[in-house]
Antibody
Framework: QLQLQESGPGLVKPSETLSLTCSVSGASTSRSNFYWGWIRQAPGKGLEWIASIHYGGKTFYNPSLKSRVSMSIDTSKNHFSLNLGSVTAADTADYYC??????????????WGQGTMVTVSS | QSALTQPPSASGSPGQSVTISCSGTSSDIGGYNYVSWYQRHPGKAPKLMIYDVTKRPSGVPDRFSGSKSGNTASLTISGLQAEDEADYYCSSYAYRNSYPNAIIVFGGGTKVTVL
């Protein structure tokens, strides 16, 4: 059974880079029909898609975050990562990693990690 | 401000139906059949309830149904049950004229209360 698990620091200082990793078990990150994404939810706000990546290198970014975001994937370690630079308090949120399966539910996230809370504060 | 517009709240008594709307544009909901709906209980990860406008993942009760008309999508919960009390979020594939072109947008969420 496919499972996702986020990991990373729970506290990041303003102006620094937030780095998160999503470890995938139960399936390969190099499956051609899988896309891997990051979504966040700030306190009192709705869900916000951050970015998605395919193992072949294709990456999609939220235009409002594109200048600060990068995603990478390491199929040998079966995980993918998110870097968000120049963070501010507005980046404080629960961060989720998730999967899209283009063969079944394209452009929808059918498997989610449990989420990790990240606070931006000095 | 979210790209898709949802009412902040909706409610119904057990056994009743409740419908949540999600308004977008011709560049997202109206242009593609890639509308999805997520249920989120407090402290839990979101759960996919509907994808491709009307399809239910395995395990989702058929009390949940989706539809679309023009630029507005809807989620209907029939036979409301206590465990349906949660936040619901719509989402859609969107294509923008400026790079990056292909994106995913979410609504602001609707809190469903079972009275």
């Amino acid at each position: 059974q496919l499972q996702l698990q986020e990991s990373g620091p729970g506290l990041v200082k303003p102006s620094e880079t937030l780095s998160l990793t999503c470890s995938v078990s139960g399936a390969s990150t190099s499956r051609s029909n899988f896309y891997w994404g990051w979504i966040r939810q700030a306190p009192g706000k709705g869900l916000e898609w951050i970015a998605s990546i395919h193992y072949g290198g294709k990456t999609f970014y939220n235009p409002s975050l594109k200048s600060r975001v990068s995603m990478s994937i390491d199929t040998s370690k079966n995980h993918f990562s998110l870097n968000l630079g120049s963070v501010t308090a507005a980046d404080t949120a629960d961060y989720y990693c998730a999967r899209e399966d283009s063969e079944t539910s394209d452009n929808a996230f059918d498997i989610w990690g449990q989420g990790t809370m990240v606070t931006v504060s000095s | 401000q979210s790209a898709l517009t949802q009412p902040p709240s909706a409610s119904g008594s057990p056994g009743q139906s409740v419908t949540i709307s999600c308004s977008g544009t011709s560049s997202d909901i109206g242009g593609y059949n890639y509308v999805s709906w997520y249920q989120r209980h407090p402290g839990k990860a979101p759960k996919l309830m509907i994808y491709d406008v009307t399809k239910r993942p395995s395990g989702v009760p058929d009390r949940f149904s989706g539809s679309k008309s023009g630029n507005t999508a809807s989620l209907t919960i029939s036979g409301l049950q206590a465990e349906d009390e949660a936040d619901y979020y719509c989402s859609s594939y969107a294509y923008r004229n400026s790079y990056p072109n292909a994106i995913i947008v979410f609504g602001g969420g609707t809190k469903v209360t079972v009275l």
